[in-house]
């Protein structure tokens, strides 16, 4: 059997396949289909530093290939998540990555400081996210502010820093170049696409926000062509997302240069997905003779 251990930053997994945040909820739904030990770690849902109730419904759609979403970061907030969820994934002997979004860098801060102390195994920090103090814009879409929000995680953190990517930007290389050079740990990428439904016959938008983030098949070349782009780029690891379905879109996605992946959206339609996508992985590595991390980069030049 390969080996399909892997590295990112320094926490060691052992296989490449994690699940994206957002998609897993904190893992106790999952865990009655199979034991999430199994995958190489899970990305609970993403964390503010005070409860959040989302955004109202309608707030998912289907699209062809994929789905649209205006969840709005619904969850029970960062200190509820340390005192009930993360003992039980402690109990199941997880590699937990923490995902968290602010408005301000200080909050951000905060969270990294609690996280960090309660032992989780890695921070994954959205940069996707409206900042409050330069009028709304997102801290993902300018190399100065994604800088200065990776720097005070840095500042506050014990355990590796991964910075989440936008790909709703000109150049994801020049957000990328920027957490690095700011102390970022490793980068994950894509998060979701922006974009909107209109039922022709209401003449509404479906989603009650107008619009969401696209996730699912339908962005994985995207997904692959800007793991790829990055990986020239950084010398960080990358955890590559978007659109997986399946061990060939993993495979592929390493290929580009992920040093591990993340299902998302596939487990909505299949629970088993990260699993089957693990095994699918497996033997690609064995009909290649390659461990999981032979796979990293390994992309033929024509």
Same mark, same amino acid.
């Given at each position: 059997?390969?080996?399909?251990? $892997?590295?990112?930053?320094?926490?060691?997994?052992?296989?490449?396949?994690?699940?994206?945040?957002?998609?897993?909820?904190?893992?106790?739904?999952?865990?009655?289909?199979?034991?999430?030990?199994? +995958?190489?770690?899970?990305?609970?849902?993403?964390?503010?530093?005070?409860?959040?109730?989302?955004?109202?419904?309608?707030?998912?759609?289907?699209?062809?290939?994929?789905?649209?979403?205006? $969840?709005?970061?619904?969850?029970?907030?960062?200190?509820?998540?340390?005192?009930?969820?993360?003992?039980?994934?402690?109990?199941?002997?997880?590699?937990?990555?923490?995902?968290? !979004?602010?408005?301000?860098?200080?909050?951000?801060?905060?969270?990294?400081?609690? +996280?960090?102390?309660?032992?989780?195994?890695?921070?994954?920090?959205?940069?996707?996210?409206?900042?409050?103090?330069?009028?709304?814009?997102?801290?993902?879409?300018?190399?100065?502010?994604?800088?200065?929000?990776?720097?005070?995680?840095?500042?506050? !953190?014990?355990?590796?820093?991964?910075?989440?990517?936008?790909?709703? $930007?000109?150049?994801?290389?020049?957000?990328?170049?920027?957490?690095?050079?700011?102390?970022?740990?490793?980068?994950?990428?894509?998060?979701?696409?922006?974009?909107?439904?209109?039922?022709?016959?209401?003449?509404?938008?479906?989603?009650?926000?107008?619009? *969401?983030?696209?996730?699912?098949?339908?962005?994985?070349?995207?997904?692959?062509?800007?793991?790829?782009?990055?990986?020239?780029?950084?010398?960080?690891?990358? +955890?590559?997302?978007?659109?997986?379905?399946?061990?060939?879109?993993?495979?592929?996605?390493?290929?580009?240069?992920?040093?591990?992946?993340?299902? *998302?959206?596939?487990?909505?339609?299949?629970?088993?997905?990260?699993?089957?996508?693990?095994?699918?992985?497996?033997?690609?590595?064995?009909?290649?003779? $390659?461990?999981?991390?032979?796979?990293?980069?390994?992309?033929?030049?024509?």
């Amino acid at each position: 059997m390969a080996d399909m251990r $892997v590295d990112l930053a320094g926490v060691k997994l052992k296989n490449p396949v994690t699940t994206a945040s957002g998609t897993f909820g904190f893992g106790r739904e999952y865990n009655s289909f199979f034991d999430i030990s199994r +995958l190489g770690g899970i990305s609970v849902k993403g964390l503010t530093l005070l409860p959040r109730n989302g955004n109202p419904s309608p707030r998912i759609a289907e699209t062809p290939m994929g789905m649209l979403n205006s $969840v709005g970061l619904q969850n029970p907030g960062v200190d509820a998540f340390i005192a009930h969820e993360l003992p039980w994934l402690k109990s199941r002997k997880a590699v937990i990555i923490a995902n968290i !979004s602010g408005n301000t860098p200080e909050e951000y801060g905060e969270m990294c400081e609690k +996280l960090s102390a309660a032992g989780v195994d890695m921070i994954e920090v959205n940069i996707s996210c409206p900042n409050v103090k330069a009028g709304g814009l997102a801290y993902g879409t300018q190399p100065g502010l994604a800088a200065e929000v990776t720097a005070v995680a840095k500042a506050h !953190s014990t355990v590796p820093v991964m910075v989440k990517l936008s790909p709703n $930007v000109t150049d994801v290389t020049q957000i990328a170049r920027a957490v690095e050079d700011a102390g970022a740990d490793a980068i994950s990428l894509i998060n979701t696409l922006r974009g909107m439904v209109i039922d022709v016959k209401t003449r509404r938008p479906i989603l009650k926000m107008n619009t *969401g983030g696209l996730s699912g098949p339908a962005v994985l070349p995207v997904a692959v062509r800007m793991v790829w782009e990055v990986h020239n780029t950084v010398k960080i690891p990358i +955890l590559g997302m978007g659109g997986i379905s399946s061990g060939s879109d993993a495979a592929q996605m390493m290929l580009a240069g992920a040093a591990a992946v993340a299902v *998302g959206a596939a487990t909505f339609a299949d629970p088993l997905a990260p699993i089957r996508i693990l095994e699918e992985l497996e033997n690609i590595c064995d009909a290649q003779g $390659v461990s999981a991390a032979q796979l990293t980069g390994a992309l033929m030049p024509w």
